[in-house]
C-alpha cells in the first residue's frame, strides 16, 4: 500500500530554517513525481516544489526560488525540503504527493496525498 509520511513542522521564527521530510513506502521512488504542496486557510493548495520521476527536473514557486531546496534519499526512501530564510507568508500546513511518471506541479495531477505538516513561521 502506497504511503506518506511527513515530518519535520513547527513554530520557527521569521529567518529560520526547517527540514521536512516524506517518508515513502509501497512504491518504487524512482518512478513517481514528488511535490510538496501548502495550504494556508482560506487559501488554495499551491505547488511549492515538485521533483518529477528520478529527480530528473525539479520545480519551485516564484515565491520560494533561493530558499527551498528539494533532494531525494532513493537509500531512505525520502523526499526533504528544506526551507530556509522562512517569512510568515509561508506559514501553511505542508503536504507530499506522488504521481506515477508525473510532469507537474500541479495538485490535481497528484493522486496520492500525506497526512500534511503544520509550518508557522511567528516571533
Known amino acids: 500500500q502506497l504511503q506518506l509520511v511527513e515530518s519535520g513542522g513547527g513554530l520557527v521564527q521569521p529567518g529560520g530554517s526547517l527540514r521536512l521530510s516524506c517518508a515513502t513506502s509501497?512504491?518504487?521512488?524512482?518512478?513517481?513525481?514528488i511535490g510538496w504542496f501548502r495550504q494556508a486557510p482560506g487559501k488554495e493548495r499551491e505547488g511549492v516544489s515538485c521533483?518529477?520521476?528520478?529527480?530528473?527536473?525539479?520545480y519551485y514557486a516564484d515565491s520560494v526560488k533561493g530558499r527551498f531546496t528539494i533532494s531525494r534519499d532513493y537509500a531512505r526512501n525520502t523526499v526533504y525540503l528544506q526551507m530556509n530564510s522562512l517569512k510568515p507568508e509561508d506559514t501553511a500546513i505542508y503536504y507530499c504527493?506522488?504521481?506515477?511518471?508525473?510532469?507537474?506541479?500541479?495538485?490535481?495531477?497528484?493522486?496520492?496525498w500525506g497526512q500534511g505538516t503544520q509550518v508557522t513561521v511567528s516571533s
Open positions: 509501497g512504491f518504487t521512488l524512482e518512478h513517481y513525481a
Open positions: 521533483s518529477t520521476s528520478s529527480g530528473g527536473t525539479t
Open positions: 504527493a506522488a504521481e506515477v511518471l508525473g510532469r507537474t506541479c500541479q495538485a490535481a495531477d497528484y493522486a496520492y
